[in-house]
């Protein structure tokens, strides 16, 4: 195994040159520096990242913690985190917690055990106030990715989803539509709690009754409640409109839709939260609240860093990214109308 005193024999330099030149500390000649990097090349040395994150206290490692992959919001988070990271000289360990607390806990183990520096951090639910307690207790930094959790501290990157809601809902009600269900995740998940708290306002705010009927609640990741939609559509006054509270479940809306022999939107209309990145850029089709997600990604990812590195006050810092409405092909005037 090659060792620093083996480069500081070969460059003819002190070991101590050359662990400042592996760590870029101190002050060294540019013509020495050279030197040693040129050493270094030639025998192939690989620093021991251990040995280099006692001398830092850090291991410049990060986690990125997500529910849901598959998800495209979630993937170009995960682009904007990494290219992040990388600009300020760290790595990144992913993780995907498919909204399971039973495997965001397993991921939880694994960072502790890995000494990361921080974690970026988007947790399944409100019972992850657990996951999230023992962090804290080993003094590991996380930022709040897109979602928070009741009584716990962090800093926070987030989009304004009861106002994106609140846009939706006064899109549809303009456009006429009186009966207006809502397809939301888990109401343990923090966006799903200020989605629907939006939705009912933009109700309100027109003098239509909230009506808790045409409210159904089932996981972020997917929408396959045959029978909940069955429920939807056979009332005496079925919903002329559907908002879904992310693409994945306006996805799973339209297809059950379809099935039926329903039309998007000439017989009922859908809008949604998140866009679907390249796909509707070749077919835009869908209403959406579109939230910035790489700068979720790359913002959160700059601010953990902040926090790690001290370059933060004490209190915790909350960022909330603008949204942009874009109007497409799938929400029309009520076909009633």
């Not at 005193?5 to 070991?15: G, H, L, M, Q, R």
């Not at 994150?53 to 997500?66: E, F, P, Y």
């Not at 303009?174 to 397809?183: P, T, Y």
């Not at 045409?214 to 045959?226: A, G, H, M, N, P």
């Amino acid at each position: 195994m090659i060792t620093i005193y083996d480069i500081a024999k070969k460059a003819n330099v002190s070991a101590m040159t050359v662990s400042k030149v592996i760590n870029r500390t101190g002050r060294i000649s540019a013509a020495t520096r050279e030197r040693v990097q040129n050493v270094i090349d030639e025998l192939g040395y690989i620093p021991n990242s251990n040995a280099r994150s006692l001398v830092l206290q850090r291991t410049q490692m990060l986690s990125l913690l997500i529910t849901d992959i598959t998800n495209p919001f979630y993937t170009t988070v995960a682009r904007g985190a990494e290219d992040a990271a990388h600009l300020r000289g760290y790595r990144v360990l992913f993780g995907n917690s498919d909204e399971d607390y039973c495997k965001e806990q397993e991921y939880v183990e694994a960072i502790l055990s890995t000494r990361v520096d921080g974690v970026l951090f988007a947790p399944a639910g409100d019972r992850s106030y657990t996951h999230l307690q023992q962090l804290q207790a080993r003094s590991i930094p996380f930022v709040f990715l897109d979602r928070t959790v009741p009584d716990i501290h962090s800093d926070v990157i987030t989009g304004d989803s009861h106002q994106g809601a609140l846009e939706l809902m006064r899109y549809l009600i303009k456009l006429g539509h009186q009966h207006i269900a809502l397809v939301n995740g888990s109401s343990e998940v923090s966006t799903a709690r200020l989605r629907e708290q939006g939705y009912m306002e933009g109700l309100r705010e027109a003098g239509i009754a909230p009506d808790p009927s045409l409210v159904l609640r089932t996981s972020y990741r997917d929408f396959s409640d045959d029978e909940g939609l069955e429920r939807l559509l056979s009332r005496p006054q079925p919903p002329t409109a559907v908002f879904a509270a992310n693409n994945l479940l306006a996805i799973g809306v339209i297809r059950l839709l379809r099935k039926r022999g329903l039309r998007v939107p000439e017989d009922i209309s859908v809008v949604c939260f998140d866009d679907l990145d390249l796909a509707s850029a070749f077919n835009p089709f869908l209403t959406v609240i579109a939230q910035p997600a790489y700068e979720f990604g790359y913002q959160g990812m700059q601010l953990l860093i902040d926090r790690i590195e001290g370059k933060l006050p004490s209190d915790a810092q909350t960022i909330i990214l603008p949204s942009e409405m874009r109007i497409r092909a799938s929400a029309a005037v009520p076909a009633s109308n």
